[in-house]
Structures are given as structure tokens and as C-alpha cells.
């Protein structure tokens, strides 16, 4: 062989592998655009350094049930960290055996949303923390109790002087918020086949995943559901375009409009973050959707007008479940003891059997 | 110095030297005779090989809420591994928020007892699993349902198929009993100080505590409250000498007389075991005592007729502060995820918000 036909041989070569790569990498150039990956490592925190004795006092106060009135109820209750960061219920169970109003979220990956609730009303984590439990329907506590059974346990004041070294009061209720925000950020879940992708592993995701991941964007999923979380960024009218019916979309449950009292904010609801959601079944604020199809099959019709075919909602779906990740390894925390200052579980006309 | 006086002075200082070691001894070989330090290492379990598939899969279902008819009980709700092995209430809030009859015994160390719950029904572990799981008042779900929900997961499939290999059908309600009894197995706390003390450092126990002990023995608390786990051998009647108060010894709940239907069971329990006490407060089946010293007061004038001082019922209480033992690290499992195939939680008339 002559050097000349060497070289022919190499560059056909070449260019028969650069064709599918160069397609590929258009795909990987657009999904760029929309999406970033889970980091993997811990996040900073605005206005919270993230410390270990944070993260370990958050991890403690999370699973702590004494944070409820009734002595049942965790944070972990509803954001289970081994379901997904939340309790695959339509909508929660709280204080009472009452059923909330609205599905809970996953506190997953919820660091990176640009607020939290369903209607963004609370800025960051740390504001989110303190709603749940105060909630009647959820918890039921009160901050002033909150406090007094904090600094009940001589090991719980300790591990807040450490975590908040050099506030003289450092047992609060806004430091419990602050301390709980810390160990959430490190409920992240890097490294889904999505992640590896858009890192650059243009093998991590099959034809039909691509296919799905195109559909997404082109189709317009992306447009509310882009960033690192695929959503929890921007608010949006469920039903822009038709309305879906009154079990999915229940007429008295209006959205953000109840935090702004905005009447243009009616059934405004922040876009759902779609990561590791073939863990978080059931869907929608309402709970009322328990298939991933389904619901994009619903989407699509409200939010877009599209009228998908079935092949095109499976691959949607399909790449949809490459966004599940390294679920977080949490190892439980042994809770400090009671002592006979801690305020006792108060129930709320528990049915006698 | 001649041989003689040599001799003499050496054997004076052994004399000197034995006199308060041979104290301690004969205090420690009382003790001896009445309890068994906790093993370091899981023990055998009868009937049921204790293997790591088991083990693993065995904490996937003491953790999973979708054991229960709700979807939102797990075992570890009331047998919280971060908090003493219970829920730290009088008694438990199950199905609908049901008011339970007794107070939730500890898990930890359960594997030493002779025969479980507080009227003894269930011989060991994996008798006991099934009953809370079927209780209407406790997670209110059946043993079809529960294998309907763990067939329609194929993680779960594999790990007992793993767990149980050779059996044709591997996932079965007896099986999953099986698998949390021999994660339940792992649930021991060795290294107490009075295990310590047990094994020979006569230095683990202070004073007060050795007089605890002593006390413990000569009035006669370690007749009934004997063994590796103080107690859980044997039943006896509460209110042998003097019956408590109706509010302390409920006049309806007959204890192990509901077992036997024999009229001299009336108001027999099997004694408390009484590892880690200082962390399972309220204490007795009604769990209307929250402070120990009460509780030991309570014992000795019910139980045994003694009329003990208040410094003789703090002996017994800080010897009893020295049965908390290493507390188990626990991972939290990442549960299976539910398919289309998996029963639907089912709530009891929720109270709606």
C-alpha cells in the first residue's frame, strides 16, 4: 500500500465513523443548551456554608420525628430517602391521619430549584423547611415548641453550638431550617445515564432515548422543563392550551395564585422537576397520575397542543427514566434522648380502638 | 529486712490489695449468675440461617411503608432504629391514626427474648413480624397483599429468590418474616457498661452504680428481670403485692390472659426486658410512666412489697442508665420502585383538609 492510499483508507474511515458521531453530537450541542448535569459533589448553598457539623445536625433533625406534635412525623415521612425523596402518595398524610393538599415533592436534587412548593412560595430550602412543619395538616408544631424540645436535649444544643459556633443564642428554629437545608444538599443524585451523556458519553443513552430526548426538546418539554432539574425553575399555567379534567386539575387547588393573588396567576404552578421521576410516581400536584405515560401524554396535549403518537410518548419516556441517578446512601442518625424537659407527643383525637 | 518480715510485708499488701478486689468480685459473680453480657456478633437464629441476602433484604422491608395497607407505616415507624428501637410514645398511632393498646416494645436485643410482644403470643421474630403487619389498628394489610405488593417488584423477586434460594416459590409473607428476623438479629447493642463490668472491667461501674446492682439483686428486681436482656424470659402478674393505678394497669387490657384464657393470667406480662431503658421511655404495656426513678419506685412496691429509699431508687436507676449499649449503624435501603402491578396504598376515611 502507498502512503497516498494509506492516508485515502484512514480518512474513508474516518469520516464513515465522524458521520453518526457528528450527528450525535448536534443532539449533545442542543441538549447542552437546555440542560446541565447533577454535580458530584455538594453544592454551595446561598447564605448557608455548607459545613459537616451542619450536615450532620441536618441529617438528625430530618429524621427526628419529635419535630411534629404528634412525635410520629419526620421530614423523612413524606421525602423518604429511600423512595425517591418523597412518599409515593397521592398527596400526603399528615398530623391526624389528614390528607394535604398537594403531592409531595422530591427533596431530591431540590437545591438546584429556583424556589420550593408547588407555587414557589418559599425562596430556598431553608424557608421550605420551617412550612411542612408548622403546617396543621402536616406536622402541626409551632416554632416556640420546636425550640423548647431542641433545647430539651443537651446533645441537640451541643451539636448547634458546634454547627453555629459564635451565636449566642444558636438553638433556633431558624437554625434547625438552616441546618436541615445542609443535609438536603447533599440528597443530590449525580451521575444518571442522562449525566453521563451530556458529559460527553454518547453511548450512555440507546436510539430510542435519543429519539425521546430530541422529541423533548423539539417538541417544546424543554422549554419548562430545562436546567439541571429539568424544571423548578419558572412557573406556568397547567392547561395553557386545554385544560386537563377536574381529577387532575381540582378547580379549588389554584396555584400560585394564592401567593400572589394575581387573577392572570390562577392554576399557575411552578414546572415540576423531572429527575428521577420513575421514582416519584404518583404525578402532578394532584397525585391523580400514577403512569409516566400518561402523564406525558397529558402534558403534551395541556401544555403543548401536540398530539403525540404513541411511539413518540415511549421514547419520551424512555429517555425520561435515564434521569434517574446514584440515589444518595444515607446512613440513619441514632437521635438524642428525650429528657423530662422535652415536650410530650401531643395527638390529635387519635380514633381509640 | 530479714526473709521472714520480707514475706510478712508482701503478703500484708496482697492481703491490703485483695480485700476491696475481692468485694467487687463476689459482686460481679453474683451478677454473673443473673445476666449475660450482649454478644459482639449477630447470634444464630433458630430455624432461619442468618445470611447477608437475608440480612439486606430484611431492612428493605423493615423500612418499606408499602408493607402497610396505607403506604405510609413502615416496621421502623414504631421500632425507630434511631431512637432506642421504638417510637418514644404511650402507646402507637397506627392505620387512620389509631391509638394502638400497648406500648411498642424495643427491637433491639428482641432477638434474645423467649417469646415476644408483651403477653409473650409470638414465639420469636418472625411469629412476631406478621402481627403488626395484619393489625387493623397497626399497618391494617393482609398477607395476600403483601405478597401481591412485593411479587409486582422485580428487585424484591430477585433478593428473595436470592435470599431463599432452592424454593420454587421464594417471595412469600413467611419469608419476608423470615428476612426481617435476620436483619432484626443484626439490631443488638453490645459494649454497655455494665457489659463491660460483665466481662471483667469491675472498673466500668462506679459506686453508685455497683450498688444499683446490688440492689437490683438483693431485692429482688433480677428474679424476673434476668438474663441477657433483663427480662423477656418469664410472666409474671402486675400488682403481685399491690396493684397499681388504673391509669398505669388499665382495668380492660387482661395481658396474657387474652392468650391462655386462664383465670390466674389475668393482668400477666412478660417482664419488660430492660436494655437500653434510659432510651425507650414511657415505660410499661400502657406507657403512662415517662421518668425511670417513677418506674423503678413503681416496680418495688407492686412488685415486690419493697418500700426502697429515694438514694436506693437513684442507685437502681443510674445502675440501670449503664445497660445502654453501642447503638446499630444503619443504612437506610434504597427501596425497590412500585410498577403498575403494585396495590395502590389504600387510606382509611382521611380526615380531608
Redo the contacts between chains.
Keep these: 500500500m502507498t502512503r497516498a492510499s494509506l492516508l485515502l483508507a484512514s480518512l474513508s474511515v474516518f469520516a464513515l465513523s465522524l458521520t453518526p458521531a457528528q450527528a450525535q453530537s448536534e443532539l449533545l450541542t442542543e441538549a447542552r443548551d437546555y440542560f446541565q448535569p447533577i454535580p458530584h459533589s455538594v453544592p454551595t448553598v446561598a447564605d448557608n456554608p455548607v459545613t459537616r457539623e451542619k450536615i450532620d445536625l441536618g441529617r438528625?433533625l430530618f429524621?427526628?420525628?419529635?419535630l411534629s406534635r404528634?412525635?410520629?412525623l419526620s421530614c423523612n415521612?413524606c421525602h423518604?430517602?429511600?423512595?425517591?425523596g418523597d412518599?409515593?402518595?397521592?398527596t400526603s398524610?399528615g398530623h391526624?391521619?389528614?390528607?394535604?393538599?398537594r403531592n409531595a415533592p422530591t427533596v431530591f436534587n431540590a437545591i438546584f430549584n429556583t424556589a420550593q412548593f408547588w407555587d414557589g412560595r418559599a425562596d430556598d430550602l431553608k424557608a421550605q423547611a420551617k412550612g411542612p412543619i408548622q403546617a396543621g395538616?402536616e406536622m402541626a408544631n409551632t416554632p416556640d415548641r420546636v425550640e423548647e424540645t431542641l433545647k430539651s436535649m443537651p446533645e441537640y444544643v451541643e451539636r448547634f453550638q458546634r454547627a453555629f459556633s459564635g451565636e449566642a443564642d444558636a438553638v433556633t428554629f431558624d437554625n434547625m431550617a438552616r441546618a436541615i437545608e445542609a443535609f438536603e444538599a447533599t440528597l443530590i443524585t449525580p451521575a444518571s445515564k442522562f449525566d453521563l451523556y451530556l458529559e460527553g458519553n454518547e453511548a450512555a443513552l440507546n436510539d430510542q432515548e435519543k429519539e425521546g430526548l430530541k422529541l423533548f426538546m423539539d417538541t417544546g418539554c424543554a422549554s419548562c422543563h430545562g436546567g439541571v432539574n429539568f424544571g423548578g425553575e419558572g412557573y406556568y399555567p397547567f392547561g395553557v392550551v386545554e385544560k386537563p379534567g377536574a381529577d387532575i386539575l381540582p378547580p379549588d387547588d389554584k396555584g400560585r395564585f394564592a401567593v400572589t393573588q394575581t387573577a392572570d396567576e390562577e392554576y399557575v404552578f411552578r414546572a415540576a422537576p423531572l429527575r428521577n421521576i420513575?421514582?416519584t410516581?404518583p404525578y402532578f400536584h394532584s397525585g391523580m397520575v400514577?403512569?409516566l405515560k400518561q402523564a406525558v401524554g397529558i402534558m403534551a396535549t395541556s401544555q403543548l397542543g401536540a398530539d403525540l403518537t404513541d411511539e413518540q410518548v415511549e421514547a419520551i419516556t424512555a429517555f425520561l427514566l435515564t434521569l434517574t441517578g446514584e440515589?444518595p446512601?444515607?446512613?440513619?442518625?441514632?437521635?438524642p434522648?428525650?429528657t423530662?424537659a422535652t415536650p410530650?407527643?401531643e395527638?390529635?383525637e387519635?380514633?381509640?380502638?
Design positions: 438528625m429524621f427526628d420525628p419529635r404528634s412525635g410520629l415521612t423518604n430517602v429511600g423512595m425517591g412518599d409515593n402518595l397521592e398524610i391526624g391521619w389528614q390528607k394535604g393538599p395538616v420513575e421514582l410516581a400514577w403512569d440515589q446512601v444515607v446512613e440513619y442518625p441514632i437521635l434522648v428525650s423530662s410530650r407527643p395527638l390529635m387519635p380514633i381509640k380502638n
